[in-house]
C-alpha cells in the first residue's frame, strides 16, 4: 500500500463521522451504534439493532484497507440478548442489507477518508 492510499484521518474523527452518516443510511426504525475498535486503529465496530418484534442486534467488524476500501466482517446476531443462528433466510437478508448500507456509509464519507 502506497503512503497516498493510506486511511489519513484519525480514529475518533472517523467513529464521529460514521455516527453522524450512517443512521441516515438505514431505516429509520433502525438504530446504529458506532465505536472505536480498541485493537485496530484502521477498524471500527458497528452495532444496529432492527425495529421490530425480534429485538435483533448486529454486530460487525468495517476495517479500512486503505483510504477508499473497507473490508466488513459480521460478527453476531442476538435476539433479545441471546445468540441466535444468523443462516435463516430473515437474518441473511438483513446481514446483507446492513452490509450494504455500511459500504455505502463508507463511500459517502469518501471525501473524508480519501483527503
Not at 53 to 69: A, G, I, K, M, P
Not at 70 to 97: N, P, W, Y
Amino acid at each position: 500500500m502506497s503512503k497516498q492510499d493510506e486511511l489519513r484521518i484519525n480514529q475518533q474523527q472517523l467513529v464521529e463521522a460514521w455516527q453522524k452518516t450512517l443512521p441516515s443510511l438505514i431505516p429509520e426504525t433502525d438504530s446504529a451504534t458506532v465505536i472505536a475498535d480498541g485493537a485496530d486503529n484502521k477498524a471500527l465496530r458497528v452495532t444496529i439493532e432492527a425495529a421490530g418484534h425480534q429485538l435483533y442486534s448486529f454486530d460487525f467488524r468495517v476495517e479500512y484497507v486503505d483510504s477508499r476500501e473497507i473490508k466488513v466482517d459480521f460478527i453476531d446476531v442476538e435476539e433479545a440478548g441471546r445468540s441466535v443462528d444468523e443462516h435463516q433466510d430473515t437474518i441473511q437478508q438483513l446481514i446483507d442489507d446492513y452490509m450494504r448500507h455500511i459500504r455505502e456509509c463508507a463511500q459517502a464519507l469518501h471525501t473524508l477518508t480519501h483527503a
